[in-house]
């Protein structure tokens, strides 16, 4: 007898859609599919998933790692969000690329895995979140990956001795490998940083780790294809479960409620639209799962009537929780290029930009699965401000936060203090980073638009190097609210990035340091000596130039978080320590954008963490084991 080859379901089609699900998620990215894919688990539980996006988990531009630039600035992958024009940067509107695609954004990042150190998850308990800590969260970082082991070639050439085996998650849907493409940029990194006494001092995955170091790429080892959220926990065995059903092109347009008791709401359905334009209500008999990211959840919030009262009562929208801090505390790494020009022996990702050779390298990938296109290894370091060389740095950086540490009136969001006094012992700590270094194979051309596409395009003939520093705690604070009451309208993302002048200072101080990196061997003997640089001779040995680099060509690091900030209400808080969203029974929020202070790194690993311990929290109310202590 054949065996009947399995297929994934249309997930196009509403063919025998219930009319109520236990959970409808509002999301299939990212944490969405988490959440789904692991209730389901139990035969028992019925979950659907209403995503915006359409299914491309077989297109190569988001299965070939090297491919990830093709999906930016595409609305077929894309929800090519763009800020407001931003007061500190000259009036530049800056990218902000997002997954419109089952699976989300880990669909179409660079596949970077970094961890955030202890200090920042710790910060999450503080702000009155009590059983959130590093502690309790490392078991959810092991759980949503699977580390492969480097071979020894690998593990001697990035210099992996810091790597603690027993740490590394062994059974997480997520794979996470180190790949086989490496180039001498890769080998020279760690040997530079132990140079200068800077190698990385604890496996990442610690909390504790700084220095320099390469990072494990979220790529399966065995396929060398992107493992995200979409191919791993909505695989095909997933996918063909009876108790799951996932809907794309399904573009939400609000979550309803029924009537108020005792001071709370429940959410009884979702309002969504079809790909061909039909309005639906799908409704949920347990709970409501909001994972739209950090843009979308809160403008989903405001269209269903949560939110500021003023604003909601402006588009004609009926106030259901008057709750002003949905949408605010908006922040985001900001990030500063500087690309070198590489040694004539030296190639990097620039060779690319020639047809022929890109031509090749797809080639070579379809083949083989080797070569450019399984995606390098980014390299990276955790560091301090590193530019007090006179012994009298701890008091120079005291008097910076005396100078410059501002906040709001409290009575506009009263946690701000809360949160600034926890950046200070973070950024006056030795053992805590201020900055997140990035070492690309590849030029960056600020100057050529505000579209990542514009100017991630190698259009300077020759190979470059770039070195990138993306300020680890912002102190800045920005907002997205909605627009209109039509769903259809982007909401107005404003991150007022560097408003707060530590920002400026400190991301400066950093800058400065990458003219250090690149005079320190062996790093040096692969640049050209007296070579080009983009910008073109920008140098950034004194703070004002540094400054000023910041201000003409600062991007973002695309890891905006905190717009449903998990607090209590009375200090700024959308959703409680279990992210149930604050006034209501049953609405729940499992993204990036309950992120209370951003973490150090990219932040793909802790939305991968946190929905998988939002899964724990509905678990155990369905089981029985909370009741009203979830609503606050």
């Known amino acids: 007898m054949v065996e009947q080859k399995v297929h994934y379901p249309d997930t196009s089609s509403t063919l025998n859609l219930r009319d109520t699900y236990h959970y409808v998620v509002i999301g299939g990215g990212t944490s969405g599919l988490v959440v789904a894919s692991r ?45 407001t024009p931003q007061t500190a940067l000259n009036g530049r509107k800056v990218a902000q690329p997002r997954g419109k695609v089952l699976g989300g954004s880990a669909a179409i990042n660079l596949n970077l895995i970094a961890y955030p150190s202890k200090s920042g998850i710790d910060s999450w308990g503080k702000l009155g979140n009590i059983s959130w800590d590093y502690e309790t969260m490392l078991p959810y970082y092991q759980k949503f990956h699977t580390f492969a082991k480097p071979s020894k070639e690998v593990h001697d050439l990035l210099a992996l001795d810091y790597m603690d085996q027993d740490l590394q998650g062994t059974s997480g849907p997520i794979k996470t490998s180190f790949g086989e493409f490496h180039g001498a940029l890769h080998e020279a990194w760690p040997q530079t940083f132990k140079a200068m006494n800077l190698e990385l001092t604890g496996d990442p995955l610690t909390g504790l780790g700084a220095g320099g170091h390469s990072n494990p790429s979220s790529v399966d080892p065995s396929t060398k294809t992107r493992s995200h959220a979409g ?58 799962i909001l994972a739209a990211g950090v843009f979308q959840s809160p403008q989903i919030l405001e269209l269903s009537g949560i939110g500021p009262k003023d604003l909601l009562e402006a588009h004609g929208i009926d106030l259901v929780i008057d709750n002003k801090h949905v ?3 908006l922040q985001d790494h900001p990030l500063v290029g500087l690309s070198f020009e590489a040694a004539d022996h030296i190639a990097t990702g620039d060779i690319l930009r020639d047809p022929m050779v890109f031509e090749a390298a797809i080639a070579e990938y379809n083949k083989s699965k080797t070569g450019f296109l399984t995606a ?8 301090p401000i590193m530019d007090f060389p006179d012994g009298n740095g701890q008091a120079r950086l005291e ?30 700590s030795p053992d805590d980073s201020s900055v997140h270094y990035i070492m690309a194979p590849f030029q960056l051309n600020p100057d050529a638009g505000d579209k990542p596409t514009e100017y991630l395009h190698p259009t300077t003939p020759g190979n470059f190097m770039t070195l990138f520093a993306a ?26 990035y560097l408003s707060h002048p530590l920002d400026r200072e400190v991301l400066a101080r950093h800058v ?5 990196l690149t005079e320190t061997e062996p790093l040096t003997s692969l640049l050209k000596k007296n070579g080009r640089r983009i910008p073109s001779e920008k140098y950034v040995r004194d703070l004002e130039s540094a400054k000023q680099l910041g201000t003409e060509t600062m991007r973002s690091n695309f890891h905006p978080c ?61 089981q029985g084991r909370v009741g009203m202590t979830e609503l606050n």
């Open 327 to 329: 949408g605010e505390n």
């Open 399 to 428: 008097s910076l936060l005396d100078e410059f540490l501002i906040s709001r009136d409290p009575a506009d969001f009263p946690a701000q203090k809360l949160q600034y006094s926890l950046l200070t012992q973070i950024l006056t």
């Open 376 to 383: 390098a290894t980014f390299c990276s370091a955790f560091m």
């Open 471 to 496: 300020l680890s705690h912002p102190f800045s604070r920005g907002s997205v609210h909605i627009q209109s009451a039509n769903p259809k309208d982007k909401p107005r993302i404003d991150p007022k």
């Open 512 to 516: 400065q340091y990458m003219e250090v």
């Open 39 to 83: 209730l389901t688990e139990d035969p028992d539980v019925h979950v659907l998933v209403l995503e915006a996006g359409a299914n491309r988990l077989e297109d190569p531009r988001i299965t070939t790692p090297g491919l990830a630039l093709a999906t930016w600035d595409n609305p077929d992958f894309d929800w090519e969000f763009m800020t």
């Open 562 to 622: 905190g717009t449903c900030a998990m607090m209590p209400r009375d200090i700024g808080g959308v959703v409680g320590e279990r992210l149930m969203v604050h006034g209501t029974t049953n609405l729940r929020i499992v993204d990036a954008s309950i992120i209370p202070l951003q973490p150090r790194g990219n932040i793909q690993s802790s939305v991968y963490a946190i929905a998988e311990r939002a899964v724990d929290f509905i678990v155990e109310r369905l």
């Open 231 to 288: 191919s791993e926990y909505y695989n095909i065995k997933v996918a063909n479960r009876p108790n799951i059903r996932v809907l794309t092109q399904a573009f939400v347009e609000k979550v309803l409620f029924g009537k108020a008791k005792n001071n709370f709401v429940t959410a009884t359905g979702v309002q969504y639209r079809t790909i061909s334009g039909k309005q639906n209500v799908v409704y949920a008999s347990e709970e409501i």
